[in-house]
């Protein structure tokens, strides 16, 4: 992991464009304009433009894409899935001039970011993968750790001034991971990994529903013991399985389905052996085919409690 170090004082001699305004966006947005960084925001709900220029910094909507690129030097894309990346990017690069920046913090398939790279660098611009990991909590701290991808550097103190500025206000921490493409893939492969695991919590909690035991108890001994099932992700998630009640949407079921099938993809594409990948998204599937996939994520675990 590198560092970077900035003056938000310096900031707010540029304009970042920000396109994407949902949970994360809205919150990246806010924390640039918490940095001094000038912020015009655009998305196709106009709703989640105007909670943008409602806060407290130097935010404005935008009318339109192209509107975003002629006003900002730097433009920030935070989209939901592959097919906005692949839209929005075919309007950006259409009005983009040499000289300007974009970075773009979706989750993305790596040959869709190599593409993106690509349609930026024919403009005579740079283009920089930076996928981010953390919660929108994480993010309106600062906190997110940042993966970082970008053609013919190597490393970060290569990076346009702009984007180190970027990275030092949105991020705590980075990894710089290389050529493009590879950013993704480490972003696709973690929260692979974390959806697995969550899998395996519902599972658990689920075994032990079936079997007459307290799912409470057994949530309350693995938090409280040294044992290996005692993880982070266990201390952020069972508790609110079996209350489900209680769960705020932090991150939409939806997303962790698309996320889950986007491992499956990546590790099928590389000739790796998958068994735990293809059963996470076959079980996410299922989860949306009961309607849930706009509940939060924790709510996997009623395909596994109503068995």
């Known amino acids: 992991m590198e560092s970077i170090q900035q003056s938000k004082?310096?900031?707010?001699?540029?304009?970042?464009?920000?396109?994407?305004l949902g949970?994360?966006?809205?919150?990246?947005?806010?924390?640039?304009?918490?940095?001094?960084?000038?912020?015009?925001?655009?998305?196709?709900?106009?709703a989640r433009a105007e909670r943008l220029v409602e806060g407290e910094g130097h935010f404005a909507a935008a009318v339109s894409v192209a509107d975003v690129v002629g006003r900002s030097q730097c433009i920030m894309t935070c989209l939901p899935s592959a097919e906005a990346v692949q839209e929005v990017y075919g309007d950006v690069a259409a009005h983009l001039r040499p000289g300007q920046t974009t970075i773009d913090v979706s989750t993305v398939p790596p040959d869709?970011?190599?593409?993106?790279?690509?349609?930026v660098a024919v403009t005579g611009s740079r283009h920089v993968e930076m996928p981010v990991v953390g919660t929108v909590q994480h993010a309106a701290d600062g906190a997110l750790h940042l993966l970082v991808s970008a053609d013919g550097v190597a490393g970060t103190a290569e990076l346009p001034d702009t984007v180190a500025r970027v990275i030092a206000a949105i991020g705590k921490s980075h990894t710089f991971v290389g050529p493009p493409g590879g950013a993704s893939l480490f972003k696709i492969i973690q929260n692979g990994l974390g959806?697995?695991?969550?899998?395996?919590?519902?599972?658990?909690?689920?075994?032990?529903?079936?079997?007459?035991?307290?799912?409470?108890?057994?949530?309350?001994?693995?938090?409280?013991?040294?044992?290996?099932?005692?993880?982070?992700?266990?201390?952020?998630?069972?508790?609110?399985?079996?209350?489900?009640?209680?769960?705020?949407?932090?991150?939409?079921?939806?997303?962790?389905?698309?996320?889950?099938q986007l491992y499956a993809n990546v590790t099928k594409h590389a000739g790796a052996r998958?068994?735990?990948?293809?059963?996470?998204?076959?079980?996410?599937?299922?989860a949306e085919a009961r309607g849930l996939s706009n509940a939060d994520f924790t709510r996997i675990a009623e395909i596994f409690l109503r068995r």
């Open 112 to 119: 869709l970011a190599i593409e993106t790279g690509r349609r």
């Open 195 to 260: 959806l697995v695991q969550l899998n395996a919590i519902a599972e658990a909690i689920g075994a032990c529903s079936a079997a007459g035991l307290s799912p409470q108890a057994f949530v309350d001994f693995v938090a409280a013991a040294p044992g290996m099932a005692n993880s982070p992700l266990f201390h952020r998630t069972a508790h609110l399985m079996i209350a489900p009640e209680t769960a705020a949407v932090t991150a939409r079921l939806a997303i962790a389905a698309k996320d889950a």
């Open 23 to 46: 949970s994360m966006g809205l919150v990246l947005a806010q924390r640039l304009g918490a940095q001094n960084f000038a912020v015009l925001g655009f998305d196709r709900d106009g």
């Open 9 to 20: 004082n310096s900031n707010n001699d540029i304009t970042i464009g920000c396109i994407g």
């Open 274 to 286: 998958s068994d735990l990948a293809g059963i996470s998204a076959a079980l996410f599937a299922e």
